[in-house]
């Protein structure tokens, strides 16, 4: 089993900046790729980014590219997820995933991942 703590969340204005932490623990060396994803109110959850955990091969949605980083700190056996230029529809409650390696091409689908975090909540209000 893995465990996963998210941290972080909080409101801000449009334009402002968060940082969310995830901190991994248990059965941390069966890991192969963590992600963010995010769901709003009334819509389904959807992928935010993802990182390996070996290469730091990452992934974005086309709708965060160029304004979020995720990158990943393995002597922490910690995934963060820097969030800059943050606009309303940024509004969600922000989950941490991990998933072994199931040979997923992309692993962007939320049924790639077996492992999730409580959720941490981010707004950024106009």
């Known amino acids: 089993q893995v465990q996963l703590v998210e941290s972080g969340g909080g409101s801000v204005q449009a334009g402002g900046s968060l940082r969310l932490s995830c901190a991994a623990s248990g059965r941390t060396f069966s890991m192969y790729v963590m992600a963010w994803f995010r769901q709003a109110p009334g819509k389904e959850r959807e992928f935010v980014a993802r990182?390996?955990?070996?290469?730091?091969?990452?992934r974005y949605a086309d709708s965060v590219k160029g304004r979020f980083t995720i990158s990943r700190d393995n002597a922490k056996n910690t995934v963060y997820l820097q969030m800059n230029s943050l606009k309303p529809e940024d509004t969600a409650v922000y989950y941490c995933?991990?998933?072994?390696?199931?040979?997923?091409?992309?692993?962007?689908?939320?049924?790639?991942?077996?492992?999730w975090g409580q959720g941490t909540q981010v707004t950024a209000s106009s």
């Open positions: 995933a991990a998933a072994q390696y199931s040979g997923s091409h992309y692993y962007t689908a939320t049924g790639d991942y077996e492992y």
């Open positions: 990182i390996t955990w070996s290469s730091a091969a990452t």
